[in-house]
């Protein structure tokens, strides 16, 4: 379970610049997809990690078939991946991206053993949510869409 506050989350995704995601689809019904769109348009670089996508575009980024193919600039992975699968993940990334600052696993998504791997080496770690929930929510977009506004009417 994350224990991350508000305050943490913050200041994540404020200080977030270039996302590897692991497990992004071309599908644009797919989850992985929407986030990613989401993502970009709020000004994060995302680099789509798939082999089965690898060479189509993105959101002007090319996917690429795994993390070392990402570029060193990468400072999150966001894992749209099996919790099990989580480990692996984390061991690469933690060779690979010298700027690596924050693990995000997506929601449902937990895996304690790489928690510790990447929190032993001082990277932020956020399970079991999803990032462009969590911007929205933290910086207002949920209330500009009409969400979370507090408001009940019992008139229609």
Excluded at 2 to 31: C, H
Excluded at 90 to 108: D, H
Excluded at 112 to 125: C, L
Aim: glycine fraction near 10%; charged fraction near 25%.
């Amino acid at each position: 379970m994350s224990t991350n506050t508000d305050s943490d989350l913050r200041r994540i995704l404020a200080g977030t610049r270039v996302i590897a995601m692991v497990g992004l689809s071309p599908d644009p019904l797919r989850p992985s997809y929407f986030v990613a769109r989401y993502l970009s348009m709020k000004g994060f670089r995302v680099i789509g990690v798939n082999p089965k996508a690898a060479g189509e575009r993105l959101f002007g980024e090319d996917c690429v078939g795994s993390l070392d193919e990402a570029g060193p600039e990468v400072d999150m992975v966001d894992i749209f991946r099996r919790s099990d699968a989580v480990p692996g993940i984390v061991t690469e990334a933690l060779e690979v991206f010298p700027k690596l600052r924050t693990v995000w696993m997506q929601i449902g998504v937990e895996n304690a053993e790489a928690a510790e791997m990447a929190g032993a080496k001082g990277i932020d770690v956020v399970q079991n949510r999803c990032p462009k929930i969590e911007h929205q929510r933290l910086f207002g977009e949920l209330r500009k869409a009409g969400f979370a506004t507090g408001v009940i009417s019992s008139k229609l």
